[in-house]
């Protein structure tokens, strides 16, 4: 195993030697100009991140499942994306997975992370299959937990990918589809919750959208499979259908209603003029893109 002192995210950051002798103006503009490496460390990256949202867009084509798995805050940055695709994009629950080493209080037994059966024991939980897209998130690149899930979700017949935040690390060696997202050693030394979990949040974004878009999602720069949940998401829903086809507040209302609240559908009826059901007959022949329709 590697040892924890040899890690880019346990080096001492030497713009920050001085921090608590800092005044706090000064700690802010440090911090944020860090920040920005978490951005910038990404720019190298962009042929892997295309490559894992294709493989995770083709297996939720196929019927699979988006499974981030993690510890500590790495984890919780896949349980909080995972958490916000259903309002988003109208998924399913189960569609997209957010699995954290012992469960959202796992912090309070971080010692479940330092063993590889547990990450194996999480997926077969969730009666992983070949079908499913498993992707690891590790700041440090080491960690049993993921090791174990990933091992595990290959030998499944699983496609897997990583993020991970230290080049050359055991995950990247036994994950070919490492995302190698290296921002640098932290303002506060080994707190990988700053810029590790900073650029970890970005990929995660990015494979999450990006791979929804692909499903028809996303039309224009809009989320047209959004669930009008609350009253936030109705507005919003409103205004998204007001905007793509031109219409008055008062015809996207009634559009949606007579949609039985599907934005996409209300789109195409409004684009098309006709019933409810030809517009998702036409949906369904283009695949859920409103721009094959």
């Not at 001085?18 to 190298?44: G, P, Y």
């Not at 507040?249 to 409810?276: F, H, N, P, W, Y």
Request: include cysteine; glycine fraction near 8%.
């Amino acid at each position: 195993m590697v040892e924890l002192e040899q890690l880019i995210t346990e080096q001492p950051n030497k713009k920050s030697a001085n921090f608590s002798e800092m005044s706090l103006e000064q700690q802010i503009n440090t911090m944020n100009d860090e920040n920005m490496n978490a951005v910038r460390c990404l720019e190298s990256q962009t042929t892997k991140i295309k490559r894992v949202i294709m493989e995770t867009s083709a297996a939720l084509k196929k019927g699979g499942r988006l499974i981030y798995i993690g510890a500590g805050t790495s984890g919780m940055i896949g349980w909080l994306d995972a958490l916000e695709c259903p309002p988003t994009f109208g998924t399913e629950p189960e569609k997209v997975l957010g699995l954290l080493a012992g469960g959202v209080d796992g912090f309070s037994n971080a010692r479940v992370e330092d063993h590889k059966e547990n990450g194996k024991a999480d997926l077969e939980r969730i009666a992983l299959t070949e079908n499913d897209m498993v992707v690891g998130l590790a700041a440090s690149g080491r960690t049993p937990y993921v090791l174990g899930a990933l091992e595990y979700a290959q030998n499944v017949g699983a496609k897997t990918a990583a993020v991970v935040c230290n080049p050359n690390s055991l995950i990247a060696k036994m994950c070919p589809l490492t995302i190698e997202a290296v921002a640098g050693p932290e303002v506060l030394t080994g707190s990988t919750r700053l810029k590790a979990g900073t650029a970890t949040k970005l990929v995660c974004n990015m494979i999450s959208t990006l791979s929804m878009a692909q499903l028809g999602k996303v039309y224009k720069n809009y989320m047209v499979d959004v669930q009008l949940s609350n009253e936030k998401l109705i507005d919003r829903g409103v205004r998204i259908v007001c905007e793509t086809i031109g219409c008055t507040r008062a015809e996207a209302v009634s559009l949606i209603q007579s949609a039985d609240g599907q934005i996409k559908t209300a789109i195409v009826m409004g684009k098309k003029g006709c019933s409810k059901s030809y517009a998702k007959a036409l949906l369904d022949k283009a695949d859920g893109r409103i721009e094959a329709v």
